[in-house]
């Protein structure tokens, strides 16, 4: 790990990214809200990385927006969009990401050899809720948390949320 966790990087990456999109489509923040079920107040603290928000949430604000979920924890999203907004026009897919998430991550934890133990002194998550959510007994872990996984792996969320082929991992 190159870096000290910091979750509210991600955060502030992905309520970046909402922001963007949002803007692009002539949403209000009060109509995105109300469009989901979210309070206008929480998301726009969301927008400006204040905001932790559960998995559900997240999926669901991707699918509104009909922006691709894993491109919106991409730091290149926001870069891309204000250069081309042509750039990251890939739209919403509806997939389990969370499984794909937990399969990415079990694969990268097996490959670097690193211990479940190990996950859990390199963050201050709970070792029960790590557990919980790689053997798919929590079903909405929050970003932060996922964060915090993805982090102790050394990978982006981006990568960790992509379905992988087997064309697509070196052997």
Known sequence: MDTEFNPTEI????????R?????QNYTISDLAISIAYDRGCLSALEYGEQNI?????LNLARKLNVSFPALFSRNYHN???????AFSCT?????????????FKREMQRKQIKQIEIYGATDIQTAMISRIINRKALNPTIKTLYAMAYTINI???????RKTRKDEKI
Do not use: H, Q, W
């Open 11 to 18: 955060l502030l990456v992905f309520g970046t990214n909402i």
């Open 20 to 24: 963007k999109s949002r803007e692009m």
């Open 54 to 58: 559960e998995y559900n949430t997240a």
């Open 80 to 86: 891309n969009l204000v250069n081309d907004k042509n």
């Open 92 to 104: 919403f897919k509806e997939d389990d990401y969370l499984l794909v998430f937990i399969e990415n």
């Open 156 to 162: 982006e969320m981006y990568s960790l949320f992509t």
